[in-house]
């Protein structure tokens, strides 16, 4: 590992409060996508799927177990409700989002040039990766407490009772609770080739853009940009 990336590394640590890494290999493959590895011969079969994969199985745990605690009467149905929908993509995305996580993942050419850096699934594959590579590096406590402090927003909208909304429906009730206003989604922008498009949506309110998301499709990418713009009015 060179010195740029080690100190990129470490930076990442500091700017989550993460303890630091006993071996920090760990964590450059958690924030290693397979497009960069393909690329690199020195990297070839060093990227974070696997670690996604147990990262995956810790977080259905880690949230399950503390929806499982925390609401004793909720049924079986609700508790499955609420753990897909703190851990559902948008949700790590858009966390991942708040702490620039694209920045430090490394991708190949072809993804960067199609937006990857910003693009929701490769976000929210590298949170759970990071998840797994706490897991290995240290402790199951501590890759649960990294859980619940990052999601404790998605977590308390379970208490809310808003967990079975949309981010949209959340985005109108909260910008119309003092009067009527004027919402629409616009493209912004697309990328990438026909049969594998990401595309941009803005969220603007009364002519003033308040969140830009991307997705797959327009209705998933107006969906993050809603979740973008609750998290950056403090709504959530």
Do not use: W
């Not at 991307?214 to 950056?232: S, W």
């Amino acid at each position: 590992m060179n010195t740029v990336r080690k100190e990129q590394l470490e930076k990442f640590i500091s700017i989550l409060g993460l303890k630091p890494f006993q071996q920090l290999s760990i964590l450059d493959q958690a924030l290693t996508h397979s497009s960069y590895a393909n690329e690199n011969r020195g990297k070839r079969g060093f990227y974070n799927e696997r670690l996604e994969f147990l990262g995956d199985a810790i977080l259905d745990l880690v949230v399950g177990e503390y929806l499982f605690l925390q609401y004793p009467h909720m049924p079986e149905g609700e508790l499955s409700k609420a753990r897909a929908s703190v851990v559902s993509e948008t949700p790590l995305a858009t966390v991942c989002a708040s702490f620039h996580m694209g920045e430090y993942i490394l991708l190949g050419k072809g993804e960067l040039a199609s937006g990857g850096r910003t693009r929701a699934s490769i976000m929210a594959d590298a949170f759970e990766a990071v998840v797994g590579a706490i897991y290995i590096d240290s402790t199951y406590d501590e890759a649960r407490k990294f859980i619940l402090h990052q999601l404790r927003g998605y977590l308390a909208m379970v208490a809310n009772g808003d967990c079975d909304k949309d981010y949209k429906t959340l985005f109108q009730e909260f910008v119309q609770r003092d009067g009527e206003q004027v919402i629409t989604y616009e493209l912004c922008r697309e990328e990438g080739p026909d049969h594998d498009k990401t595309f941009y949506m803005q969220v603007i309110v009364n002519g003033k853009v308040l969140g830009e998301g991307a997705g797959k499709t327009k209705k998933d990418a107006e969906q993050h940009a809603a979740h973008k713009a609750l998290i950056c009015l403090h709504a959530i």
